[in-house]
Each structure stands twice: as C-alpha cells, then as structure tokens.
C-alpha cells in the first residue's frame, strides 16, 4: 500500500519516524506502539474500545521451530495505555482449526473457551470476544476502532450505499451482528466476495483497517476515517439545521454550573435507590447543541448503536422535564416532581428486561439511568466511580456525535432493542463483570475532609480513597494545598480526588467547597471535622483574640461546615456520616489549655447535640479523640509545641517520647491511627452506631469516657 499523505484535519498523525525506527524488527512492541497512538485520539476511538492485533513468526516452544503468532488486544484492556501484558497471543494455525468444529451461530458463545487452546503465551491476558475477526482476516497488522465519522456512516440507514460510494469499493460492509466466532467468518466472506479492499464497515458498530506493516495500517485507519469525517462535514447542514435547529437558548455557564450543582445531590439520591453512585457533570457544546435542540426528543429514546456506547451508558436517557428556571432550592417540590420520572425510566427499563430476556438471562440489574438530560444545562451521568461515570459521558457524547452525523447524511438508526438487550445481558458480557474485583469498602461514597493537606486530615483523605471513596481535599493554606493535589495526583489520578481552598469560618468558602464536590462526584456522604490550630498559653497570657480564633475555627467551623454538608445529603435522602475530630482534651484537664480544652470540649457536645438531631436522617455523628498527634501536623509546629514542652517541663524534640510514655500502651500515635479509627466508622461494621465517641490515645486513664 503507498502512503498518500501525512497531513489530516480530522484526526491527529503522531507517527514518529525516529521512535519506530528503534522497534524497528519487533512487530508486537510496533503494534503496542500504534495502538497507544490510536488510543490517544479520542476521535479515533473512545476509552476501552476497539482493538488491535499483529501476526508474525515466533519459535514454537516445544517444537524449535518457527510458527505463526497472533497478538491481539486482551479483554477489558485500552488502547491508549495498552502495554504487552495487555496481550493475547494465540497460535495462528489452531484458531484457524476451530472453524473444524464450530456448530454454529447458536453455538458460538462455546467457542470462546476454546481460544484458550490456542495460547501461545501462557502470560497472555484473557482473549477477547473479538479474537476471532482478526485471526480469520490474513493481514499482518489490523485496526478495529469505533471512531464516531465511521459509525455516523454505519448507524446511517442508508449506511452500505453510502460506503460503496464514497470509497470507490474499496470498503466492504457486513451487516450488523454481535461479536463473535460468526461475525469473523462473516469478515472473511466480505474479504474472498472483495479482493482488494483496504477494510470493512461494520454496521452499526465500526470498523476494520488493515495493513502488512504497523505503519500502513496505521496511515490506512487515519485516512478511512479522515475520509469519513471530511463527507460529514461536507453535508452537516446542507438537509437543515443540526438535530432540527435549536429549541432553547442555554442558560449562561455561570448559571448552568449553579443549576448543576443544585440538582447534583438530588439526582444522586434517585439514582443510588439501589447502591451508592457517583456522578460526573459536563456542559459540553456537543451536549448542548443536542439537548437544546427539536430532534432531542425523537432521537433520545431511540438510543445508540455501537454496543460499546450503550454498554456504558445504558439503552436511553432519562431527560428531565425541567424548566431552566426551575426552583431547584424547593427541594420537597423538585423531588415531588422527580420522582415520577424516576419511576417511569425504571418501568420502562424494566419492561425492556422482561420483554427481551431470555430463560438463561442473568437477573436484571439497576433500572436507574446512567445518563440524564437537562435541556439548557447540560448532562450528568451517574456510576459505580468517578472514571466509569466519566467515561459513560465521552461515550454518550460519542453517541451524539453519530446522530449528527447520521442526520446529516440520511436519518439515524439505533440497534433493535433485542439486538441492545442481547449485548448488555450477553452471558460472556455478564461473566466479565462477574471476574471484575469485589467493590472496595467506601465504593460509591464521597468524602470531605476538612484540613486535609497534611496531617491527621491528609491521612484520613488517603485512608479514604484507598478504601474506593472521592475525596474533597482543602486547606486554608494556598500552596500546602498545591502541594496535595500533586500528591494525589500522582498517587490516585484525576478520578478520586479535587482541591479547593477552603476556610472553615467562612459559610461563603464553605458552601463553595460543597458545590464543588456536587459537580465533580454528585454530593456528599462523609464529612470529617479535621481542620484545627491549637494555642497553648497560661490563662493571664491568653488573649481575646487567641480565645475567638480557636472557637471560630474548632467549634464555629465544626458548626458550618456540618449544617452545609447536612443540607447536601439531605438533599440526597440516602443518609451519610458526619466524624469530627476532636481532642483527649475535651474530656481532660490539662494546664496552659483553657481555651483549646474548652473549644475541643464543645466540639465534643456539639457532636451529640447533632447525633440526637440527624438521626431521623440516617444520618450518623460519631467522634475520633487523637492525642499528641504530632508528625506532619500544622499545630505542633512552633509556639503550640513549645508550650506543652514547657507545660511539661520537658524540651521540644522530647514531647514524642513523653507522650508515649504517659499512656497505657506506651505508644506514639501517628496519623495513620486516626484516619483508621475514622475508618472504623463508616467502613460498614459499625451503620447502626452514633453518638459515640472513640478514644485514639494510646490508653489515657483520664480520657476514659465511661
């Protein structure tokens, strides 16, 4: 095949020369290098879908001689992050064999089993369901991608016409069917009826480009869906306005962000009536040029076609009959207004079920919606965690860019819903999910940890999202907060975690922490009581100001924060935990203390006071009493430390040791002891306990609450 060119305006060449030149001669570590450019551009393919695959010689390991080999893309894997691990390698010559045995398109699911026979790298990641359309098609290098210019042409209804014409023959089509054994023996038809040709278009679904070498089918796949995507822009627009012209006017970004962080927590608490979800929010103008427009409600309940966008965001959307100028401050209102449109999305989700499932089917899982319409405000998409949640919306905007296209081009057609139904309860679709690993502790939960970037709070951030949890990391301190995110960054990814500064004695501050939180994961289920200073002086010396910082921070903050926080979940209705961090001095008398004690001696009622309130809420409070916290804490450093050092006549670097040794246990207590006490409390074990407190001290007699 000769390159024509190297320059495209609809997807990006990123092909260095220099880079292949020194895999040059190693085919799998080319392919692993091509598909990570592939899975680099979105428009190519969105996260987790498509695949790839090389054949070359390697030597046969029980024979010494030279065999053929195929590697391909393993199950579940990316391509943009695919490394050889990612890998399946089979022996060429016994897949090929199983066409011997294969009974038939009603038996092909057994087949899948049978790949395992023809592994050649018993490291090899698990083969996937696509396996067989690239082992029956004799290329050295081939490409399967959903790229949204190519399904636009085959989800079109005139789709094959539109392919034969636009490359001369030189595409195939094969009419729409599920993955599997009879779909590779169907390309492998369209390849012998076709010589020649340089891929095929699968209907509805995407599309296969080849090459003999990583590079050809590399400029091979660019070119076809740079092809693609240059017709649909040729012909957007020449039918009529996009999705029939715009309907309403969306709101201003300012607000539509305002509306969405309102409405965040209330749509969570519909759409976690089953387990716990977390959300994601965009305002993209993709997603308003569709939700704003005439044909939202005749091409929304349609649903999509690629079985890749649907098996992430469900058969449909649920979009909300919302004015932009709803009262969504009216919580009983907008709830009264909701439910019903709940209920009629999990009915029709249901009757789905029931209507296509058949007697082997797995039982039928969460009616909720994974993505919902606002028109003028934008689209949220609720999941199991903040990635899947994410990824659900470049997926449903995937799908929104192939009805575009599709309307465009002729009229857009969505899978049958038993086709739909035969995908997303595909018994080898639902013994994937069953190997997935068991969901973490706090899974689905979203935390706010007040002070949390360093010390005692930073500790318990990480204890969280160790444990599955999103965290809202904050501080009032600009560049120790800077520094936490690129902790968190490094250590969890954009998905777990946000920062935001933070000052506890400012309602302001407060209320814009939680909206935050509402628009990154939906709202709130964990609010910890953290952030703190300490003053250490002897009562003559105490100033006002000393007194009123201290309240304002550790009693007032404590205050604000728990009744915004209540507010969100609350809006939410599926209870939630409130911990706040207090002090072995709330309940022991110590010198030079009188106003920290006192403050941390509030904090401690203030917890009970909000137990016996919150309660009919499902709501819990439950406190965590640290002693002599000292490592990366904020407090210890300077005038506190030296006050207890003095209090106790001992010299700073010795205030470790001394503490040790008045407890009990003779043990210096570190962060990570209370980030785990605060696990204890909204780890599971403990759901029907509040109103109480647990003392993480090290063993002080004093201390003992009873």
Known sequence: MSVTTTKFKHVSYLWDEKKAAELAGDEVALLIYRSNLLGADLR?????????????????????????????????????????????????????????????????????????????????????????????????????????????????????????????????????????????LKLKQCLDENPGIRGIMLGSHGLFTWGNTAFESYINTLEVIERCAQYLEENIGKKGPVFGGEKLKALPKEERFAKAAALAPVLRGFCSSKQKMIGHFTDDERVLEFIDSNDLQRLAPMGTSCPDH?????????????????????????????????????????????????????????????????????????????????????????????????????????????????????????AKLQRMPKPKALSGRIALVTGSAGGIGKAIAKKFADEGACVIINDNDDSRLESAKKEFQQQYGRDVFIGELLDVTSAEAIRKAFKAGALAFGGVDIIVNCAGLSISKPIQDHTEKDWDILYDVLVKGQFLVTQAGVEVMRKQGIGGDVLNIASKNGLVSGPNNAAYGSAKAAQLHLSRLNAAELGADKIRVNVVNPDAVISDSKIWEGAWAEGRAKAYGVKVEELPAYYAKRTLLNEIILPEDIANACFVFVGGLMSKSTGNVLNVDGGVAMAFVR
């Open 310 to 430: 649907f098996l992430r965001t469900k058969i449909s959307p649920l979009v909300l009959d919302l004015t932009t100028n709803e009262d969504l401050e009216d919580v009983k209102s907008l709830k009264e207004k909701l439910a019903p449109q709940f209920e009629s999305y999990r009915q029709m989700y249901t009757q789905y079920y029931e209507t296509c499932k058949h007697p082997n089917s797995p039982a039928i899982r969460d009616a909720n919606p994974v993505v919902i319409l606002y028109p003028g405000v934008g689209m949220f998409t609720f999941s199991k965690d903040k990635q899947t949640a994410r990824v659900a919306a470049e997926f449903y905007i995937n799908a929104i860019n192939v009805m575009k296209g599709s309307e465009a081009i002729s009229s857009y057609t969505s899978l049958p819903r038993q086709e739909a139904f035969d995908i997303e309860y595909w018994l080898l679709e639902e």
């Open 44 to 184: 190519l393919t969105n996260y987790g879908g498509g695949n790839t695959s090389c054949k070359a010689a390697a030597k046969d390991p029980l024979t010494g001689k030279e065999t053929e080999v195929m590697w391909v893309k393993g199950s579940g894997g990316d391509l943009g992050t695919l490394k050889r691990s990612g890998l399946a390698a089979l022996y060429v010559d016994r897949l090929l064999a199983l066409k011997n045995i294969y009974r038939g398109i009603k038996h092909e699911d057994e087949m899948v089993e049978l790949f395992n026979h023809c592994i050649y790298d018993l490291n090899s990641k698990a083969p996937s369901i696509d396996t067989p359309l690239h082992g029956f098609l004799p290329f050295a290098h081939i490409d399967h991608l959903h790229p949204d210019a190519a399904i636009a042409i085959a989800a079109a209804k005139d789709g094959k016409k539109i392919t034969q014409e636009l490359f001369g023959g030189k595409i195939g089509w094969v009419e729409w069917q599920r993955p599997g054994f009879d779909l590779g």
